[in-house]
Nanobody
């Protein structure tokens, strides 16, 4: 049973950058696919980015070129580097993990087994 804890959220101005961290304990992190999802008020939780345990990545169209997902297996942590933030990026960001294949970076939230509580990102002047 894996536990996931997100950190790094906050209030930033448009155009700023922020790095989120998702640290796991328990489970076989080095063999997990991990993804970030976000949920804005009144909207469904949506896919942001995913990374397989082999390092394969996938991004939502809305964040391609601005966000980068990476992982440090030695420290059981996945990062989400977010650049050029806009108010549309305001949401609760959650990470999720699941045992998966080497190249498997799934975008479907229904496939993920373990979830963190989330960290709030607010982009505003």
């Amino acid at each position: 049973q894996a536990q996931l804890v997100e950190s790094g959220g906050g209030l930033v101005q448009p155009g700023a950058s922020l790095t989120l961290s998702c640290t796991t304990s328990g489970g076989a992190f080095s063999r997990y696919g991990v993804a970030w999802f976000r949920q804005a008020p009144g909207k469904e939780r949506g896919f942001v980015a995913a990374i397989s345990w082999g390092g394969n990545t996938r991004y939502a169209e809305s964040v391609k070129g601005r966000f980068a997902i990476s992982r440090d297996n030695a420290n059981n942590t996945v990062y989400l580097q977010m650049n050029s933030l806009t108010p549309d990026d305001t949401a609760l960001y959650s990470c999720a993990a699941r045992p998966a294949g080497y190249y498997d970076a799934a975008y479907d939230k229904r496939l993920y087994t373990y979830w963190g509580q989330g960290t709030q990102v607010t982009v505003s002047t």
